[in-house]
């Protein structure tokens, strides 16, 4: 399978602990996509990279998140001293070059902060 | 800022019955996904529609952007209990990069 993959597909964290979850694209695919998206409601942007540099971050993304793709390929999002408002599905989206609108979504990974 | 919304909310319909949904926007579009989203699943990509007044058909699914390209519809034809899901649709205007979702229609299909 090529698609977009993303690990772990399900989280289950404490309150003030740290969480990282990994993304990876499409092969060939310049562009990662990193949304949020909580229980009825339409995923929202949180960041943007092409190839290993992040050029768009949403006011959604506080300081608390971090995300990174060192080497064009991978991404991982981390977030720090996670808080129950973080409790939601992460999605990686990634698209190519030739049509950079059409983005193709993994499967998820969902958080859930006790 | 663009409001895009997406209506109905929720439609629950019987196997084999047609159904429309709608997306719309006071803004133009450079182009256009809808997805279908599955419990606990990332989006799927359906169809990408660029022109205004385009119509695509995915089988049983007819897509079409309308003229201006602020808005778009989604037909199903003699829908069935696997077409059930959350349908979203998310435009892009070109200089943006991310694609900015509506809230989706819940669409359950009863056997």
């Known amino acids: 399978d090529t698609g977009v993959s993303q690990d772990p597909r399900h989280k289950i964290t404490k309150r003030g602990q740290n969480v990282t979850f990994r993304c990876d694209p499409i092969?060939?695919?310049?562009?990662l996509y990193w949304y949020r998206q909580t229980l009825g409601q339409g995923p929202e942007f949180l960041t943007y990279?092409?190839?290993?540099?992040?050029?768009?971050k949403s006011r959604l993304l506080s300081d608390r998140f971090s995300a990174e793709r060192p080497k064009g390929s991978f991404s991982t999002l981390e977030i720090q001293r996670t808080e129950q408002g973080d409790s939601a599905m992460y999605l990686c989206a990634s698209s190519s070059r030739v049509s950079p609108e059409t983005q193709y979504f993994g499967p998820g990974t969902r958080l859930l902060v006790l | 800022t663009q409001l895009l919304e997406q209506s109905p909310q929720f439609l629950s319909i019987q196997e084999g019955e047609n159904l429309t949904v709608y997306c719309n926007s006071s803004s133009v579009f450079s182009s256009l996904q809808w997805y279908r989203q599955e419990p606990g699943e990332g989006p799927v990509l359906l169809v990408t529609v660029v022109t205004g007044g385009e119509v695509k058909k995915l089988k049983r699914l007819t897509f079409q952007f309308g003229d201006a390209r602020k808005d778009s519809s989604l037909h199903i034809t003699a829908a069935q209990p696997g077409d059930t899901g959350l349908y979203l649709c998310a435009p892009s205007s070109g200089s943006a990069r991310q694609l900015t979702f509506g809230s989706g229609t819940q669409l359950t299909v009863l056997p």
């Open positions: 092969s060939e695919h310049n562009r």
């Open positions: 990279f092409q190839n290993e540099a992040q050029l768009e």
